[in-house]
């Protein structure tokens, strides 16, 4: 007979299912889909099928573990797809020069490694913000990728042995590129779970501040993760060289957002401290069984691209909502910091100074170089070029400012003028489609401030779903093709107004004051400051939280609303495709100008002044007529040295104060 004692320790020791689904739930969700899709299509469960998803898994795997590495330490690294390109270009380039496909698969991952090391003295050396620094690598290596693969044609075959047998061989009947992808999530698993320095990186990104006080290196942590995922790019890159057995220009474009995803989708967002192994294992497993499901069932592959999105934001949603009663976790754009937050007022005046100093010295430069620059003509055609930028960014300054990021508009405004196109297609006027084309864009961000606000999401993971099934959405509506818009429209829009320019100056100029008026002549502004600055401020006043998140993005949604418009106006027609990479290029302005990514700081007048930077750097070297390769390469290196000497110009005041 038991005793009270013993039957309420076997009560106690009776399994919580409630705690196991809320920690399993992803994985559990991966189970549940792999029946349904075996029920429903009986070639999911065939074991070619199986081998198949393996096989497609590999490298998005090693990318996952790679994004995974940063974001445990409260980073993240935009600059894993480049790495990949230059990973699988130096590689083909080993084996074309006949190297042995060892040495060449080294060098592969060599350039990771580098890449990583860069990306580790900028964020922990000079202390620049991991978004905008991993960003300007990103571009900076395409660059260089693609002027190296100039060389060779802009194709290189990869052939060898050691890529044949990735490619195609198998061991015990399984893909040896998924097993070794797999091993390489085994020997990180092993050192997150039973190593000092796995220790260490969990306490970096779920409690720096202990971990500091405790005597771990934070810097040297968060060092070794940039590098780690450097590594790991690197591999990934060899894996897609052996698998594709072509290099081309395309590869690595966007791998960096789905490598975030594939983590955001295990993890069900990206708290810093708390991502796992497992969760990029799971996240991959999902991500690829539903594109292999959605293959066979001859689903398009833009409808795809909008599926994945939308699964995306369900599992965010799902995970939240079952960990409803668990501590809020620390999420990754909680965690980025920067030195420009932590600067004196004099501090901050003179890397302004800076910026404004390099601008015009960049202005001098392409002067000197093209005398065409310096005409009014090529001033007129500089501002019409970068008006839907400038538009963007000061919606994009308000989002930085109060710590809301967002990198949809880009694929906001494709999805706006799409649905503008496709109305007066079917006859309404042009007011009426533009209308719709607007009520479109406001719907996106509403639906996103609703659920950052409303489940206390990090905006960057909600946002990224946006990036990808708004995107996804524009080009199924047009079946990748572009739509005409009214030529009324496309006059009025290019016709010249005052000094020749057109009424996109009068958008921007409007722009600039709707945001003026924001932050500085409206309560919302205090709003805005507080809640990227201290938002206990906000509990205190006792302002919802959750509330003012909608109505930021609701405002942000109007700014990308008239850069529609603009970007409509100038390609005189609805292309799905329009719009891409403006948002990183916002972001960049905004930062560069000196907006602190941790929120609370920043203004536009700073943002013109990164506006201005980046217009004349596109402008100048658009004019030289450079080829893509060139353009990228100088442009990420432009972006990172004005970055640097900023920080630069700071740490010597800060000595010379010391002194």
Not at 35 to 61: C, D, E, H, K, Y
């Amino acid at each position: 007979m038991s005793t009270p004692v013993s039957s309420v320790t076997a009560f106690m020791r009776r399994p919580n299912w409630s705690e196991a689904l809320t920690r399993h739930a992803m994985l559990l969700a991966t189970v549940l889909l792999c029946v349904i899709f075996i029920a429903t299509a009986p070639a999911f469960g065939t074991p070619g099928n199986a081998a198949n998803i393996m096989r497609q898994s590999a490298s998005v795997l090693v990318l996952g573990l790679a994004m995974m590495t940063v974001v445990l330490v409260g980073g993240i690294d935009l600059s894993v797809g480049s790495v990949v390109i230059a990973a699988a270009t130096l590689s083909g380039i080993g084996l074309a020069e006949g190297w042995h496909p060892v040495v060449a698969a080294l060098m592969g991952i060599g350039i990771g490694a580098a890449v990583g090391a860069l990306n580790a003295v900028l964020i922990e050396g000079l202390k620049i913000s991991p978004v905008i620094a991993t960003l300007g690598m990103m571009i900076a290596v395409r660059g260089a990728a693609l002027l190296a693969l100039a060389y060779y044609n802009s194709w290189l075959a990869i052939k060898g042995p050691l890529f044949d047998d990735l490619a195609r061989r198998t061991v015990i009947g399984l893909p040896l590129d998924a097993l070794v992808a797999l091993a390489l999530a085994g020997l990180v698993w092993l050192v997150l779970k039973y190593t000092l320095i796995g220790r260490r990186l969990h306490a970096a990104g779920d409690a720096p501040v202990a971990a500091r006080l405790a005597g771990v290196g934070i810097g040297r942590v968060r060092s070794a993760t940039y590098v780690a995922s450097g590594v790991l790019s690197g591999f990934a890159g060899v894996l897609i060289a052996a698998r594709t057995g072509l290099i081309s220009p395309s590869i690595g474009v966007g791998l960096e957002f789905f490598a975030i995803a594939v983590v955001a989708l295990g993890a069900g967002g990206l708290p810093a401290g708390r991502v796992n192994t497992a969760h990029a294992v799971i996240g991959t497993l999902l991500l690829m069984m539903i594109f292999n499901y959605m293959t066979i069932r001859g689903v398009p592959g833009t409808w795809q691209t909008t599926a994945t999105g939308l699964l995306l934001l369900l599992a965010m949603v799902a995970g939240r909502l079952l960990q409803r009663n668990a501590a809020s976790d620390f999420t990754v754009s909680e965690s980025f910091s920067d030195e420009y937050a932590s600067m004196t007022r004099n501090a901050t005046r003179l890397a302004r100074a800076v910026m404004v100093i390099a601008t015009l010295a960049l202005a001098g430069l392409f002067a000197f170089i093209n005398p065409r620059f310096a005409t009014f003509a090529n001033l007129i055609a500089l501002i019409e070029q970068n008006a839907a930028l400038a538009i963007v960014a000061v919606g994009a300054t308000i989002g930085i400012i109060s710590r809301t990021i967002d990198v949809s508009p880009g694929s906001t405004i494709a999805l706006g003028a799409v649905v503008a196109a496709l109305a007066a297609q079917a006859g309404l006027g042009v007011v009426p489609a533009l209308a719709l084309g607007i009520i479109a864009c406001v719907a996106v961000y509403a639906l996103n401030g609703a659920i950052v606000g409303g489940l206390v999401l990090d905006p960057l993971i909600v946002t990224l779903a946006a990036w990808i099934w708004a995107r996804g959405l524009a080009v199924s509506l047009t079946g990748a093709t572009t739509i005409a818009f009214p030529a009324s429209y496309i006059g009025f829009m290019n016709a010249p107004l005052v000094f020749g320019f057109t009424p996109a100056v009068a958008l921007v100029l409007l722009a600039f004051l709707g945001g003026w008026l924001v932050l500085a002549r409206l309560p919302l502004g205090l709003g805005v400051y507080a809640l990227g600055g201290d938002p206990r401020m906000l509990r205190q006043a006792g302002i919802a939280e959750g509330r003012l998140r909608l109505t930021i993005f609701v405002v942000m949604s109007l700014f990308t609303s008239l850069g529609m418009l603009v970007m409509l106006g100038r390609l005189g027609a609805a292309a799905p495709t329009a719009g891409f990479g403006l948002e990183l290029d916002a972001i960049v302005a905004v930062i560069i100008g000196g907006a602190s990514f941790r929120g609370g700081r920043g203004r536009l007048s700073d943002t013109a002044v990164g506006l201005a930077f980046l217009a004349i750097l596109n402008n100048g070297l658009s004019g030289l007529q450079m080829g893509d390769a060139q353009f990228f390469l100088i442009k990420g290196s432009a972006i990172l040295l004005a970055l640097t000497l900023r920080m630069l110009a700071y740490r010597w005041l800060a000595r010379r104060r010391a002194g």
